[in-house]
């Protein structure tokens, strides 16, 4: 009788066991596994970007050129050796650098008027035309063309239009020196702004420390001539620029037309 009694309970045992493991297999899962909470992720759908984000600046508009010259398989594309966006005169110009040399005017002019007709056919999703300025560098690092389409979003927000050489000097600090919020390296390199004495139709002069020899230095030269027309002025007949050696220098009409205006 105990051993029948021993083996019934032993059998009620294992029932319990058995039936503990299959409520623990089909338990369920805790609640603070199944629901941890997560960090928010980014949402990966395209959203609509803020005007002031793209779309509608000029920079971001010639960031977009200069993408588009660097897919461009046309033939005059085969002379470009780089494609960059600079500031120059507060605007963003488009920068291309070229293996064309600087006595190839033929090849130059060839390949301006291919990247003019190129870009001029760039527009953005509704049709409307991109605005640009682009700058061609030959193989030596000088400019030796520019091509553009601007617009009133291109004009510079300047003080009034200078009337002589103390003008002049003051509103060039203004625009593009101290006075700016984003002073341009350039502007460094002026040493003096004058006219010559007792003669009213004399050029105004310009003297720096620009070495002749330097190609970025003949680069600086020319922004500075672009710098003094921008301001509208035209109290002289021209500008001249006279380099650290005192005797070389570039000359150019001062018409008062900003060759990176509307």
Not at 17 to 39: H, N
Not at 61 to 72: I, P
Not at 120 to 144: M, V
Not at 206 to 214: A, E, G, N, V
């Amino acid at each position: 009788m105990k051993t029948w009694t021993l083996i019934a309970l032993a059998v009620l045992a294992c029932c319990a066991v058995t039936a503990a493991v299959v409520a623990l297999l089909f338990l369920p899962v805790r609640q603070e596994i199944t629901e941890v909470s997560t960090p928010e992720q980014p949402v990966t759908e395209e959203q609509p970007v803020p005007d002031e984000a793209a779309g509608t600046g000029i920079e971001w508009e010639s960031d977009t050129v200069a993408n588009l010259l660097m897919t461009s398989s046309a033939g005059w594309a085969a002379h470009m050796t780089g494609v960059e966006v600079v500031t120059v005169l507060r605007r963003p110009v488009v920068r291309v650098s070229t293996d064309i040399g600087p006595e190839q005017a033929d090849l130059a002019d060839e390949f301006a008027s291919g990247i003019a007709g190129f870009a001029s056919g760039l527009a953005d999703d509704e049709g409307d035309p991109y605005t640009y300025c682009i700058q061609i560098l030959s193989s030596e690092g000088d400019a030796i063309g520019m091509t553009k389409v601007t617009d009133e979003r291109w004009a510079l927000d300047a003080p009034p239009v200078p009337t002589g050489a103390k003008d002049l000097a003051a509103w060039l600090e203004t625009v593009y020196g101290s006075g700016s919020a984003a002073p341009e390296s350039w502007m460094t390199r002026i040493a003096g702004v004058h006219e010559a004495a007792g003669n009213k139709d004399a050029f105004v002069v310009i003297r720096t420390d620009l070495d002749p020899s330097s190609s970025e230095d003949q680069l600086a030269a020319q922004t500075i001539i672009d710098a003094v027309n921008s301001s509208g002025a035209a109290f002289a007949p021209g500008i001249r620029v006279v380099f650290g050696d005192g005797e070389s220098a570039w000359e150019s009409l001062l018409d008062g037309i900003d060759p990176y205006g509307p």
